[in-house]
Each structure stands twice: as structure tokens, then as C-alpha cells.
């Protein structure tokens, strides 16, 4: 039985490294970014949880918000 994991853990990570690097990730430019969060996860080999495993608490959710917010200025 293979691990399962939220999208948001693991996209979170990825982002703040590519961030940490310089970079200005970009997921799911319009609409609902899940999919394509779930679909960066496969690519990792990683397979997401189901979407009934919970929506990302408020603290995750501001910190996700905050980095859209300095992509924008970059």
C-alpha cells in the first residue's frame, strides 16, 4: 500500500523551495488550482489523497495566499 498525501502538503513544499531558489511557480492560473496540484503530485510519484481528506487549514491557506501575493509583485 503506497502512502498517501494532501496535495497542499507537498505543493506547499515544492513551492517554498522553488522560492527559496528565485523562482515564480505558477499553479493553476485560473480556477481551482487542485487538479493540477494533484497532477504535479503524480508526476512525483506521489499519489494524492482523496479530495474528501480535508480542506487545508486557515493557517496554510494565508501562507498559500501570501506567496501568490509576492509572486504578483516579482
Known amino acids: 500500500m503506497s502512502d498517501k498525501y494532501n496535495p497542499w502538503t507537498l505543493v506547499n513544499v515544492v513551492f517554498h523551495h522553488l522560492v527559496d531558489e ?21 508526476a512525483l510519484g506521489v499519489e ?14 494565508q501562507e498559500l495566499a501570501d506567496l501568490r501575493a509576492a509572486f ?3
Do not use: F, K, N
Not at 22 to 42: F, I, N, S, Y
Not at 48 to 61: I, K, M, N, R
Open 48 to 61: 494524492p489523497a482523496a479530495a474528501s481528506a480535508g480542506a487545508a487549514e486557515d493557517e496554510v491557506q
Open 22 to 42: 528565485g523562482l515564480h511557480p505558477v499553479l493553476g492560473e485560473t480556477g481551482d488550482p487542485a487538479e493540477p496540484a494533484a497532477q504535479l503530485l503524480r
Open 72 to 74: 504578483d509583485e516579482a
